[in-house]
């Protein structure tokens, strides 16, 4: 279940340092190298999963719960005013290690604006047909 090829492989199972804040079994958190905000971290997995779409259902089950308890943490102990979670999956969705993570990123008061976008315009028409759209991608 790992990828030698593979970095984030490498620093989950401990064989790439990295500034580790939590671990478990399953599970290593640790500060992203290029951080968008003081605290921002990256949950792994120890296993290789490419995305969310690869992830098995056990580890999928237990990352929100840990990514609800390292965001608690933070609150605590860096005194953010909230967190962002915010995970890419695909190239063109801004995701550049091939090794499903999720970022938690601290959010600070009087902080930079990011995780944002230009709210668009659709119609309820559209929206409608879109739904109708997706629904049948879920059969
Ligand atoms: P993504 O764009 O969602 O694939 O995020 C990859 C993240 O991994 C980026 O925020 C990088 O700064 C971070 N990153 C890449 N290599 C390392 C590393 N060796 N240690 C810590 N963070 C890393
Ligand atoms: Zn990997």
């Known amino acids: 279940m790992r ?4 970095i984030f492989c490498k620093i989950a199972n401990g ?3 990295a500034a580790t804040l939590y671990e478990d079994d399953e599970f ?11 605290g921002h971290a990256l949950i792994l997995p120890k296993n290789h999963f490419a995305d969310l779409l690869d992830l098995d259902d056990g580890v999928s089950s237990k990352v929100l719960a840990l990514a609800a308890k390292i965001g608690a943490a933070m609150k605590k102990s860096l005194g953010c005013a909230g967190f962002n979670l ?4 695909g190239e063109v ?3 550049t290690v091939f090794h499903f993570h ?3 990123i601290p959010r600070y008061e009087g902080g930079p604006d990011m995780v944002s976008w230009e709210p668009g315009t659709s119609s ?3 929206l409608a047909k879109l739904a109708e759209c997706i629904k ?3 059969q």
Do not use: F, T, Y
């Open 102 to 104: 999720m970022h938690v």
């Open 3 to 6: 990828d030698e090829n593979c």
């Open 136 to 138: 049948k991608g879920l």
């Open 15 to 17: 064989e790439i340092p």
């Open 93 to 95: 969705a801004g995701q």
């Open 124 to 126: 309820g028409e559209e």
């Open 28 to 38: 290593r958190v640790i500060l992203d190298l290029g951080p968008a905000s003081k």
């Open 86 to 89: 915010v995970q890419n999956n």
